[in-house]
């Protein structure tokens, strides 16, 4: 997967390129750098930067299009194989509601650890 795409994907959702970097685990000098990267490569400018605040270009919009696809498509991918292996993503985050929560998802997801031990259930 293109990693620049994910930070991409991580500055529209947040509008920030600090918060995406901190979301990230990355610098914001390196959130930047992969942002100059694509717009260089697709020789477009996508984001609008005033002061402290960014607005999504139009060729951004179309990007973040193709982006989501593409992530999307990844993350399917990676569940079907994982799937085939009989194996979890590393991290799963589980909602419910308070009855569901004090009931049911209990003994569950004690199930889930014992059968599924390298992931990382909230």
């Known amino acids: 997967m293109d990693f620049r795409l994910r930070v991409f994907n991580e500055v529209v959702k947040t509008l920030s390129f600090s918060q995406a970097s901190k979301n990230l685990y990355l610098s914001q000098p390196a959130v930047s750098k992969h ?4 717009e ?4 477009v400018k996508l ?3 005033q002061k402290n605040t960014i607005k999504i270009t139009s060729a951004g919009q179309d990007l973040f299009f193709y982006a989501e696809k593409i992530l999307n498509l990844y993350h399917e991918a990676e569940n ?3 799937a085939l292996q009989e194996k979890l ?5 589980i909602g419910a509601s308070t009855t569901i929560a004090q009931y049911i998802v209990p003994p ?3 199930e889930l650890k014992k059968s599924f031990p390298g992931t990382e259930f909230s």
């Open 80 to 82: 079907h194989f994982l």
């Open 40 to 43: 260089m490569k697709y020789e």
């Open 47 to 49: 984001f609008e930067r």
């Open 108 to 110: 569950s997801l004690a």
């Open 89 to 93: 993503p590393k991290k799963v985050k």
């Open 35 to 38: 942002i100059k990267e694509l």
